[in-house]
């Protein structure tokens, strides 16, 4: 599968959103398993902060991009409404101004 | 969106699928974990269990869910005589003396090395005695999770015979739920009398904890022979490889005043608790002695070569527990029947194995142990509750 570099440059946010999610997931289950192997809580807590914390963090950073990407994509698309709707605004304006335009 | 809908839902059904699995595999961590080895010449085993057991090139590790520890010495004089050294303060250096390194974790050292003990003698200017740790060296590692050590030395004569590159070592870890422990005596150049072996190893693992617990045990001899005659050695004692000359190799050994025979080795698996052994060569010496008075006394003196023990325990921390614990059986050492009381002739093979006892003392109550899972637990529910946070933003943006 050929990967097309000027779309995924395009779509980082997404990309990154999405690498920082499943790093946050490995993070998390490895944790978990780590864990889940010892008795003691002394040896439990390295594990929890590595694992525990630090997946939940990269969790919460790649839904943030992917939120950050929906924000951007929402602006995209409410700028391109309204460049549109000033194009409509001044062509209605052009066609009013126009002699004899009210008349027909 | 629909597709990153989709995907939030695979996402979320893996990590319970994931969740939901993984307590089973994990229920290794529930055990409480325990391991020892040992790997020895016992020399002279007083019947007196459980510990008046001197011995040569000892090497013995432990770990529990109190901590590890591997003990290793070039001549271990025997429990009481540590614990007398100990009372009155003396136990550093007449352990140095002996050639006695112990290692400890968490409490330290994490290495001790016996080699140096020349070291405090040389300082205070006294005179160097034949010490046994000049013989060979004894060194000791714990870690919070494994012990080992190991003890060697070049040559020793035991008056009745003599010993070359004896090594004795021996390891424990409890690592991911699973209890190991290792143990491997070794003895390159046997000669007592007209006995001459050439090699004599005897190695145990154990492990348990894990899908399927295992325990391997085994007694190597290489190259016996008495009087330059070749022999095996077995349980019953010990053969000519040439049958016709079994005749002269009984009365070369009978005039020695030495028997010989075979320890079998045994390995042993049941509920949580694995142990083994190598058994070993048992060389008894039957000398004409007699007290001060002139009263002769029927002496029988015993080395146990090639031996090493090793066990392993899982215990579920969630078995409901008596209030008064019993002592419970976890192993039995390496046995010889060797007796130093006057006028007492030696006993043959003991028909039961001896019993090491030992008692646990449970220092935390049940139900009470806190441990970081449920934290864990709570750190990836808000990882769930932050992967659905996106789709639930979505969906109350349109409603």
């Known amino acids: ?104 | 969106m629909k597709r990153a809908r989709v995907s939030a839902a695979v996402i979320a059904a893996v990590m319970l699928c994931a969740l939901v699995a993984l307590p089973a595999g994990a229920s290794g961590g529930d055990n409480a974990l325990e391991a020892s080895a040992r790997a020895s010449i016992l020399v002279g085993t007083v019947n007196v269990q459980p510990d008046l057991d001197p011995a040569l090139i000892d090497s013995r590790s432990s770990a529990s869910s109190l901590g590890t520890t591997s003990l290793d010495s070039v001549a271990y004089p025997s429990f009481l005589v540590d614990a007398f050294l100990f009372l009155y303060g003396q136990q550093a250096n007449g352990r140095s003396l002996l050639g006695m390194s112990e290692a400890r974790s968490p409490q330290g050292p994490t290495h001790a090395d016996a080699t140096l003990s020349r070291a405090p003698l040389t300082k205070l200017g006294l005179p160097l005695p034949d010490l046994p740790a000049q013989l060979g060296r004894s060194v000791a590692d714990a870690t919070p999770d494994a012990a080992a050590g190991q003890a060697t030395i070049a040559t020793q004569s035991l008056g009745v015979g003599v010993l070359n590159n004896a090594i004795s070592d021996s390891s424990v870890r409890t690592v991911s739920g699973v209890a190991t422990g290792e143990a491997q005596q070794s003895i390159f150049g046997v000669s007592f009398g007209p006995l001459d072996i050439k090699a004599i190893r005897g190695i145990v693992s154990v492990s348990v904890g894990g899908a399927v617990p295992s325990v391997h045990a085994g007694l190597d001899v290489i190259g016996a022979t008495v009087n330059g005659m070749p022999v095996t050695i077995d349980t019953e004692g010990v053969r000519a490889a040439i049958a016709p000359l079994q005749q002269q190799v009984d009365q070369a050994l009978r005039s020695s005043g030495i028997t010989v025979r075979l320890l079998d080795s045994f390995q042993q698996s049941a509920n949580g608790h694995v142990s083994g052994s190598s058994g070993g060569v048992l060389l008894q010496f039957h000398p004409a002695t007699a007290d001060m008075l002139g009263v002769p006394r029927d002496v029988t003196l015993g080395i146990l070569l090639g031996s090493a023990t090793a066990q392993a325990q899982a215990t579920p921390i969630a078995a409901p527990l008596p209030n008064v614990l019993p002592s419970v059986a976890l192993g039995r050492p390496p046995t010889s029947a060797t007796f130093f009381v006057p006028g007492v002739s030696a006993i043959g093979p003991r028909s039961s194995p001896l019993i090491e006892r030992r008692t646990i003392i449970v220092t935390t109550r049940r139900g009470s142990a806190t441990n970081a899972r449920g934290a864990y637990a709570a750190l990836v529910l808000i990882a769930f509750g932050l992967v659905f946070f996106r789709p639930l933003l979505r969906a109350a943006s349109r409603a």
Do not use: N
């Open chain 1, 1 to 104: 599968m050929k990967i097309d570099i000027g779309k995924v440059k395009g779509h980082w946010r997404t990309v990154l959103a999405w690498l920082a999610l499943a790093a946050g997931a490995l993070a998390l289950f490895g944790g978990w398993f780590a864990v889940s192997g010892e008795t003691l809580a002394a040896k439990q807590l390295p594990y929890l902060i590595s694992g525990g914390l630090g997946g939940l963090g990269l969790i919460a950073g790649g839904v943030g991009l992917l939120i950050a990407e929906d924000l951007r994509e929402e602006r995209t698309r409410s700028g391109r409404l309204e460049a549109e709707i000033l194009e409509v605004r001044d062509l209605l304006r052009a066609f009013l101004e126009k002699p004899g335009a009210r008349a027909s």
